[in-house]
């Protein structure tokens, strides 16, 4: 979605709401599509005492293999994009500032983009999920195993080479 920003920048106390859904089904993130269903994009922009500030919520469902026992798993997350728009910008380092190239603004690529930035580094499909056994591949949620530890290769030449001293 596009919003024109020349009256929100011209006047003091404008604003423009929106509420609209995004879709991101063709986001490909390593091989899986994350975003099946559309991303609500709910907030405003607005001028207060000549700053203009972008904020909205996302919400959304996010769908992924679990990080650790790759069950595919689908949690709903809301991210907040919140930040203040500029036409120029000095040599301040602030990434809350964006600099606006044209006044018809993308608000989908910033959206997207803050979105992106804020999903969560780890995707569990519980807290204490125990992930799969590393030498059968069973998913330990499920049902454990009698798999042990093969040994170290160095001890077990060790053990080898005591066992040989006894006989
Ligand atoms: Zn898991
Ligand atoms: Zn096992």
Redesign the pocket.
Known sequence: MFIELEPIFNNIGEKLDFDYELDLSDIDLYTYYPFAQPVRVKGSVFNKAGVVQLRADTIFTYSAP?D????H?TKDLSIPVDHVLVTSLNDEENDELILVESLRFNLDELVTEDILLGLPTRH???ED?K?VCQYCGKNL?DDSCNCSAPLDPRLAALQQLLSNNDE
Do not use: P
């Open positions: 679990c650790r026992c790759a069950r798993t569990l499909c519980k999920c992930g949620n």
